[in-house]
T-cell receptor
Framework: AQSVTQLGSHVSVSEGALVLLRCNYSSSVPPYLFWYVQYPNQGLQLLLKYTTGATLVKGINGFEAEFKKSETSFHLTKPSAHMSDAAEYFCAVSVGGGYQKVTFGTGTKLQVIP | DTAVSQTPKYLVTQMGNDKSIKCEQNLGHDTMYWYKQDSKKFLKIMFSYNNKELIINETVPNRFSPKSPDKAHLNLHINSLELGDSAVYFC???????????????FGPGTRLTVL
C-alpha cells in the first residue's frame, strides 16, 4: 500500500524567502505524486503532479517539485514566498493503472510572515 | 460558474438524525468522489463513482450511503448521525482518462457537518 509523509505540520517563512515543504512517499511500484493546496474555507486545488517523464515538475503560482526516486521524495519549493501563499498544502500519492485511490498526506500549514 | 458545488455549506444537526449532502459538477467529468476531512485536516477518501457505478468503497460505516442519479451528481446520505461524523466533507470530480490514479481532481468547497 502506498503512503506519504509530510515533515512538519507547520512551516513559517518570511515574505520573499524560499518555501520548502517536504514530502516523502512509500510505494513498492512507481508512484504518481501530487501537490494540492487548500486555502481557508475552500476545497483543494491541484498545484502540480508528477506522472512520468521529467522529474522536475512546474506548477501554478511559481511552485515546483522534483521527484527523486533515490530519496523517495517529492518536495515542493518556491523561490520567493508571497503573502497569498499562506495555506494548507497536501502531498498525495497513487499507484498503478485503473481506478486506484489517491492517498493524501496530513498536510503542512504554511505561514508567511510579512 | 462553479465547477463543483456542494449544498449545504454548513450543516448542524442532532445525534441520531438523518441528513444528506448534495454534490453537482458541471465539468462533464465521469468520476466523482466523497472525502472526509477531520479536525486535524486529515483527508480520507470514502467513495468514488465512475459513470454512476461504485468504484471505490473504503471502510465506511453502513450509515453512509452514496447515491449517483447521473454522472453529474453524487449525493451522500448519512443515517443515525454520531458525534464522530463531525467533519468537513468534500466532493470532487475528475475526467476519466482510463486511470484515475493520475487524473486531476477538482474539489468542491466542502460541507462542514457538526453533530451535537
Amino acid at each position: 500500500a502506498q503512503s506519504v509523509t509530510q515533515l512538519g505540520s507547520h512551516v513559517s517563512v518570511s515574505e520573499g524567502a524560499l518555501v520548502l515543504l517536504r514530502c516523502n512517499y512509500s510505494s513498492s511500484v512507481p508512484p504518481y505524486l501530487f501537490w494540492y493546496v487548500q486555502y481557508p474555507n475552500q476545497g483543494l486545488q491541484l498545484l502540480l503532479k508528477y506522472t512520468t517523464g521529467a522529474t522536475l515538475v512546474k506548477g501554478i503560482n511559481g511552485f515546483e517539485a522534483e521527484f527523486k526516486k533515490s530519496e523517495t521524495s517529492f518536495h515542493l519549493t518556491k523561490p520567493s514566498a508571497h503573502m497569498s501563499d499562506a495555506a494548507e498544502y497536501f502531498c498525495a500519492v497513487s499507484v498503478g493503472g485503473g481506478y486506484q485511490k489517491v492517498t493524501f498526506g496530513t498536510g503542512t500549514k504554511l505561514q508567511v510572515i510579512p | 460558474d462553479t465547477a463543483v458545488s456542494q449544498t449545504p455549506k454548513y450543516l448542524v444537526t442532532q445525534m441520531g438524525n438523518d441528513k444528506s449532502i448534495k454534490c453537482e459538477q458541471n465539468l462533464g467529468h465521469d468520476t466523482m468522489y466523497w472525502y472526509k476531512q477531520d479536525s486535524k485536516k486529515f483527508l480520507k477518501i470514502m467513495f468514488s463513482y465512475n459513470n454512476k457505478e461504485l468504484i471505490i468503497n473504503e471502510t465506511v460505516p453502513n450509515r453512509f450511503s452514496p447515491k449517483s442519479p447521473d454522472k453529474a451528481h453524487l449525493n451522500l446520505h448519512i443515517n443515525s448521525l454520531e458525534l464522530g461524523d463531525s467533519a468537513v466533507y468534500f466532493c470532487a470530480s475528475s475526467q476519466d482518462s482510463g486511470t484515475f490514479s493520475t487524473d486531476t481532481q477538482y474539489f468542491g468547497p466542502g460541507t462542514r457537518l457538526t453533530v451535537l
